[in-house]
């Protein structure tokens, strides 16, 4: 069976609709018998044998017509079928949902038209960049330069927590990178998880953050202006850093310094208290919307709270003090 290149598809007659579309999801049908196919199925279908050529081209000749990321896409393509899933290849759309998507992989033992869609998934090599803004709502298939695959699923989620404190009122201390609480009330640590005891004392000392958010909230007075000391350290990621921090805080979320696991926070999901903390659920890393992340960057970050028993979540901030949560995670098709 051959097939003939009409613009950027693949068009094949004969009994093609039932053989290939109908029993195995390849293409879209076209008038009688005939269907298009994207290129990379067009490969897989000479790959396989069940086309011979492709005006007159075999395997490898039409893959070497093909554009620079034609590997990697069809790398992925012939994992995911090994792996018993249809998929079709998505091809420039006007969605804006599927802007930069490369696949719609369906659930197995359905296929399209009209299966249900597992992944909306985006193929990417090892030394591309993705923007931070353009996670969320999809798979990405990291091709490294060897031709294996890693999957990171990327979901926008909603954090919330079940956390309930009302913090004492206080009174603190400004120093150069903390505020000291001196003979404070220790339900504030004990409870509320706010700073830290210095030992055999009655004495907290908060972070720059945690300061701010109390004094935010009125409960704690300073002899001092901390969110200037926090911009004097930190700059502009401070501002993001009590953001975040706040926001988390009146989602019923606890968060911790995570600055021993490299990211910005550790948070609890609950928490009663210091005598019964429980696990840490989240890794969060502070980045802005037009953040350019590597590959490399995105797997770290991965790997380092998955050996921790921890999972990632990136809060991405713009200009308007807006905040998309994003749950990254490694999956196995």
């Not at 490898?60 to 018993?84: A, C, E, P, V």
């Not at 004097?232 to 606890?254: A, C, P, Q, S, W």
Request: include cysteine; hydrophobic fraction near 35%.
């Amino acid at each position: 069976m051959e097939g003939h290149l009409s613009g950027n598809l693949v068009i094949v007659g004969e009994d093609a609709k039932q053989r290939f579309h109908d029993s195995r999801g390849y293409g879209v049908p076209q008038n009688g018998n005939k269907i298009a196919l994207d290129p990379i199925e067009a490969a897989h279908l000479l790959l396989r044998g069940d086309l011979d050529t492709v005006d007159g081209m075999d395997f490898t000749q039409f893959i070497s017509k093909q554009k620079s990321n034609f590997s990697s896409h069809f790398s992925t393509y012939i994992d995911l079928r090994f792996r018993g899933f249809h998929l079709t290849p998505v091809g420039d759309s006007n969605d804006s949902h599927l802007k930069h998507i490369d696949f719609t992989v369906y659930e197995r033992g359905t296929k399209p038209p009209g299966g249900i869609i597992k992944y909306n998934l985006r193929v990417i090599r090892e030394r591309s960049t993705i923007i931070a803004n353009e996670l969320g709502g999809c798979v990405l298939a990291i091709v490294d330069e060897e031709g294996e695959l890693t999957y990171l699923n990327t979901t926008e989620i909603n954090p919330i927590g079940k956390m309930k404190f009302s913090p004492p009122l206080s009174e603190g201390i400004l120093l150069k990178d903390n505020v000291l609480l001196k003979n404070s009330d220790p339900s504030l640590h004990e409870s509320g998880f706010f700073g830290q005891h210095i030992p055999n004392t009655s004495h907290i000392q908060l972070s720059l953050v945690e300061a701010a958010y109390l004094s935010n909230c009125g409960v704690l007075s300073v002899n001092g202006n901390v969110i200037d000391q926090g911009r004097t350290i930190e700059g502009n990621l401070f501002d993001h850093r009590l953001l975040v921090y706040t926001t988390l805080r009146k989602l019923g979320l606890v968060p911790k310094t995570g600055f021993k696991f490299g990211f910005d926070f550790r948070v609890y999901q609950d928490f009663n208290t210091t005598t019964e903390a429980l696990h840490s659920e989240y890794l969060v890393k502070i980045v802005e919307n037009e953040h350019t992340f590597s590959t490399k960057e995105l797997s770290i970050n991965v790997r380092l709270a998955v050996g921790v028993r921890k999972r990632t979540l990136f809060a991405i901030v713009d200009g308007s003090n807006n905040i998309r949560w994003i749950l990254v995670e490694r999956v196995t098709p």
